[in-house]
């Protein structure tokens, strides 16, 4: 699917009380379980397609330095790319379904009539290799037969192109850019070789923690960030899109995350509610206040604006 980038006009537009404040990275394992369970009127059956979010085209920060990011330098990205996809509302350390399923960032944008909500997103910062894979035995000798795969992948895929002209997108002006709708091939070899592909990344991750997150029914749309490199688009989960980081503090949209069928309107219910109270943190730090135990409140001094590093 492919995505177009929607452009917002500010004139008009409604005050955005999460977006007001710069958010602080949080540690995942000392963030709270901020989950708010409300109850909401049952679904009505609503079946209206949801149209996807913006792709984000890469972005660029005046880097710090030449060495590699920090983990928080890295996250900070990652919500970058979250804001880019056109987002009015975005958190960090968000959980999904409960503590133990907490994303790096999640966002959501609502619809024209600014009623209902258009869309949910969450981005997955991963820097180790091992994280992106569920606990598996054979684990290297799937991924090495995954790689084999790929030169015959695009052998196949050479010969749809010549054999099968009208799978090319016609969106595009340059030849060189055009997309192609490989799934759609009538290439028996083809399918058989896409079957093996899928059938071996569902073994790498299988009851692993991205496509338990994926599986909770609150996201549209889920990305996974990492550094530069660190896995291939043919490596990841089913149905998440991948993020490379730069250490020159760019972001790329290596692949396009694919709509999730399986959410619904009570699901993104539940994720703006967590996004909600998530941003509180950064509300209560921008405002120079601590809520203590017993409803104890004090104040301290407003931390300072600095402006960008150079």
Partial sequence: MKLVKRIHSSADSEPDLFGLFDVPQADADVQADVEAEVKIPAESGNTEEIPPVPAAAAEKV??????????QEFRQLAMGFLWSLGMEAAAPQVPVCRKKYQVTAAGFRRREDRREVECTVIVM?????????????????????????????????AEIRA???????????FAEFRTWDYAGSTNAAYRRLRRRMEKLQHALHQGGQLERIRRTGVADYC???VPAGLVAADEIAAGWGLVYLGPDRTFHLVREAELQPEVTAKGRFRLVQNIAIAAGESVRFASGVDCGSGGRISYRRLPRRR????
């Fill in 62 to 71: 005046p880097a710090t330095r030449a060495a590699e990011l920090t983990r």
């Fill in 125 to 157: 910062f991963y820097d180790h290799f091992d994280r992106c894979f569920a606990e598996c035995a054979d684990r290297d000798a799937q991924l090495a037969e995954l790689h084999a795969l790929r030169a015959e992948r695009e052998q196949l895929e």
């Fill in 163 to 173: 054999t099968e002209p009208h799978l090319a997108s016609t969106d595009d002006l």
């Fill in 223 to 225: 990305y996974l960030a």
């Fill in 307 to 310: 402006g960008f590093r150079r």
